[in-house]
């Protein structure tokens, strides 16, 4: 496909992420996205055959974006509290932005038993954040920035906190005090104690 048609692609995704963003995954049609995108249906099947093709677009992209987030810092000696640091403050506004979240969407494709049977991609991505995290928190003590710690543990602690919050941001108010306090029981874990 040329440089139009993948331009093309990534405006899809775009639009349609803050379809499935806003409505979960079930509520979104083709129609929908072609609604959202001014394509015609002709125009959007040509690019993909289902809101699931799109969807696992979407997923696979944050997979690759993240695979290699940390391992370019750690190559250019960035020390590991400022790589820490950097990536909490951006947890902290993610874990709070409920209009693009894609939690419930995410929750909503992969409880689907269908879906649940063939290569889930979010085990994929668990598995390229888990190497990232493990990467950094291992690199930090290596450098001993950080506490020697069962770095697969506190990945785990990081992770699925984040992932709760943002899950229950769709669902209630949530102020930006929850997150401040995970992040900072996340650095007691990782952080030597100042003396």
Known sequence: MGTKGEKTKQYICKEAYQLFAEKGYKRVTMKDICEKTGLSRGGLYRHYDSTEQIFLEIIDGFTQMQSNEFSKKIAQHIPAVKILDDVLMRY???????????????YEFYSNPEISKTENTMIKQYEA???MW???ID???KNKEFKKVDAEAVFD????SYQGVRMHSKLMKMDSTTPKRIILEIKKLLLPEEE
């Open 157 to 160: 602690v990081i992770v699925f």
């Open 92 to 106: 902290a506004n993610e874990m709070i932005d409920n209009k693009n979240s894609l939690s419930l969407a995410i």
């Open 129 to 131: 954040s888990k190497s």
């Open 134 to 136: 493990v990467e950094l």
């Open 139 to 141: 690199y930090g003590m």
